[in-house]
């Protein structure tokens, strides 16, 4: 179903909320899901089988990820989310009723996370491309913004809920309260009225590879998004690893302890929620590109002091300034890739701007782990800074990304 979208604030819009509500009871249902699955894990076998489970869903989404880009511009964004989301609520039932009636092992766990890594695959690139067709392009940017603050509520909440579920009736509830919260964005996805766009059916001409090579060469050819891959991949390289790897092992070593990573994991939050609502009530930033370069080379500075303040306090405060800095230029970015892209091929450009974040740097952790051992903390938060220094000093040296301007809008 197509319709002309009436013109308005992105944060006033029917068809942008319905979108923001199916986004936040998946990312509910993705928190509550991975939570429940780590618990069942662990308490199936041992640690490292646990942790291998855990790791099994990174597998297909990252060797599946650019053809699920190919899958949402070749099916549309709205049918591949909501085909995902049903899979997911329908596996997640399916589950909480094998552990009511049984004790699957650990072989049925690892499946239903090689289920739910295949689907993240195509999941993630669809969202990415629905954008376009539920808001005006000058509102794309507060459309972002209202994507990070639902993300970053996803993060908060979906942990503390998937806990009270495991206390209250154990693991099979806490899959039952992910599968409602998947069932929950469907009928919003399905109330969902998408913009025509122009040129729609490009790329539905050939096969999937060719399709793929054509966003490739798409990407390759464009002057500010080629260039801003390698922006988006060499800042995951250098954020992903410290923060989901070297923190664990620098709150070991300051004594700050389990409760010292939750403060500064809730400061980074509150940063990046920050950023996310300062461009949500903006709806734009002036000089985007150099925004972005900037606030990126800055963010960097906090990532490598990181490394070196004493006390837990402290730690929050600068992962605070992480976060919102981070946020920020990932915001900027985020939205820079709506406006300029095609909606033709939003598809398969999202795909690659996820894979450095979510199949690339992950690939690292052991690499991260092992200079961890070697050398500690220190050096390593002072490489990781430097590889997002690099990132946002590229962006600011290449002319086109520079002077990238996200529209104005009606307000500014």
């Known amino acids: 179903m197509t319709a002309v979208i009436e013109a308005r604030p992105a944060h006033r819009s029917p068809q942008v909320l319905r979108w923001l509500g199916a986004y936040t009871a998946s ?16 308490t199936s076998g041992t640690p490292a089988q646990a942790g291998l489970v ?23 964004p709205r049918r591949v989310v909501i085909v995902s989301d049903t899979v997911r609520c329908l596996v997640t039932f399916g589950l909480a009723a094998a552990l ?37 392009r000058d509102q794309l940017a507060r459309v972002q913004g209202m994507r990070g603050l639902s993300y970053r509520t996803g993060a908060i909440l979906g942990a503390p809920l998937g806990g009270l579920a495991v206390a209250l009736g154990g693991t099979a509830s806490a899959f039952g309260v992910a ?26 001409d050939g096969t999937a590879l060719h399709d793929l090579a054509d966003g490739l060469r798409y990407l390759r050819g464009h ?58 009530v903006r709806g734009r930033i002036g000089r985007t590109g150099v925004v972005m370069g900037g606030t990126m080379v800055l963010g960097a500075v906090a990532i490598g002091a990181l490394a070196h303040v004493p006390h837990t306090a402290a730690a929050v405060l600068v992962a605070l300034c992480v976060g919102l800095l981070a946020g920020l230029s990932g915001a900027l970015c985020n939205a820079l ?76």
């Open 179 to 204: 599968g409602v919260l998947f069932a929950l964005s469907l009928p919003l996805l399905a109330a969902l009225r998408l913009r025509p766009l122009p040129q729609e059916d490009r790329a539905r």
């Open 223 to 280: 002057p500010v998004l080629g260039p801003l891959m390698i922006v988006v991949l060499l800042s995951d390289l250098g954020f992903v690893g410290p923060l989901n790897v070297g923190l664990a092992v620098l709150a070991e070593q300051r004594g700050w302890g389990a409760a010292g990573i939750g403060w500064v994991l809730a400061g980074f939050g509150v940063g990046a929620g920050g950023a996310s609502l300062f461009l949500t």
């Open 54 to 76: 855990m790791a099994v869903a990174a597998v297909p989404r990252a060797l599946l990820l650019l053809f699920g880009g190919v899958i949402a511009d070749r099916l549309g």
């Open 337 to 412: 890739v709506q406006t300029e892209c095609d909606p033709a091929y939003l598809g398969r450009v999202s795909a690659v701007a996820s894979l450095g974040s979510l199949g690339i740097a992950p690939l690292g952790y052991p690499v991260t782990g092992a200079a961890l051992g070697a050398w500690g903390p220190g050096p390593v938060f002072a490489v990781s800074a430097a590889v997002c220094a690099l990132s946002g000093v590229y962006g600011l040296a290449v002319r086109a990304v520079r002077r990238a301007e996200l529209p104005k809008t009606p307000e500014s």
């Open 27 to 42: 990312t509910l249902g993705d928190s509550v899901f991975y939570l429940a699955l780590s618990w069942s894990a662990v």
């Open 100 to 136: 009511l009636l049984a004790a699957p092992g650990l072989w049925a766990l690892a499946a239903v996370a090689l289920v739910f890594g295949a689907v993240d695959a195509v999941f993630l690139p669809a969202v990415g491309a629905l954008p376009p067709r539920i808001a005006e």
